[in-house]
C-alpha cells in the first residue's frame, strides 16, 4: 500500500520536528521526507519502484516519461497473422558499447533474428532530454499552451538552437490560452518552469501546421528526459519496458510517497538527521537498518519465486573439453 504526502507527515513528523502546527515545521519536514525518498530510490529496486510502460508502434526513438529513469528489461510483440502473435526479450545495451570495436556490422542482421538474439536492438542515449518527440520540422516556431488560467503571467525559460546554430535564451510570459514565439529554433536544448496550477503543453510550429512535443507536469520544473534508440525494421505493434522509477519531489499534501514502507522511511528520516548533526556513525546504521527492512519488504513482494542456475552441458560443449585446455 502507497501513502501521500500528508499521510506520511502525520505519521513520521516526530522524527524531524516535535510537531506540524505551524508552516515552517512542515516545511523542515517535507524537505526531509523529498532527501529519504531520493536517497531510498536510487539505492535500489524496492517494492513500488519497477512499473511496466508500454510503447506502441516505436519506430527509431522511445522516449521515457519524466517519472521513469531508466529501462530495465524489455520485449517486444507483432501480429504475425492467423490470429498469432510473436513476441521476445530485448537485449539492452548502455551507451558504453556503442564506443566498442564490432567484430561485424551487426545492423545488416537479418530482421527478426535482432530481436533480442543479438546486441543490436535498443542502444540507451542517456538522460537529459528536454522533449517527449522531436519535432519533424527542420525549424520551428515555439507555442505555449497553459490547462490552467492561473498559471497565465508565470514564466519561462527556453534555450535551444536557432536556424544558424546560434545559442539561444528566451524568458517567455505565459498567456492563457498560448503564446507563440517569432524566434525560429532548430532545437530546444533546456526548457525550467516554475510550479504552476497546470501543465504545460509545448508545440513545435511550422507554417500553418503544429506538432505537439512536450507537455510538462505542475510539478515539474527542469525537464530531463531518457531516450532510447530502435530499429526501424521491422516494425512491430508495441513494446513492453520495465522502467525504474525517477525520484520526484512531493509538493502538494496529495502526492504518492514512493518508497512507502514506514519503517524504512522512519529509519531513513533518522539517519539524514544525525548525518546533518555530522555523526555518521549513526548515520550510516539507520541508513543500513532502512534498507534491511526495504529487504525484507522485497522478499514478501516475491513470494515463493527462486533464483536456479541451469547449465545445459551439451550446450556449453564441457564433453569436448580435454585436459589442458
Known sequence: MRITLGEARQQLYASIVPSIDNQSN????????NLAQERLINSGKWNGTILPVRFYSPSGMITLPRRFTSALAAKWSKDSGGGSRATGPIKIRNGWF???TPISDLWTASYWPRYGYNDTFFD?????FVTFANPTFPTFTIKLEIENANDAMNQVVIKGKDQNNNDVTMNVTLVNPSVTINQIFSTITFFQKPITNGSINLYAVSGTSEEKIGSYESTETTASYHRYAVPNEPSIDYLDVL???RFVPCVYDTDEVIVSNLGALKNMLTSLRFEDEADLERSEMFFMKALQLLN???REVRGGSQWKLNIDKSTMQFDNLWPGR
Do not use: A, H, P, Q
Not at 540507451?124 to 537529459?128: A, E, I, N, Q, Y
Open 98 to 100: 556503442t564506443y566498442l
Open 26 to 33: 512542515i516545511d523542515r519536514f517535507n524537505s526531509y521526507l
Open 124 to 128: 540507451d542515449l542517456g538522460d537529459g
Open 296 to 298: 525484507g519488504e522485497s
Open 243 to 245: 522502467c525504474k522509477i
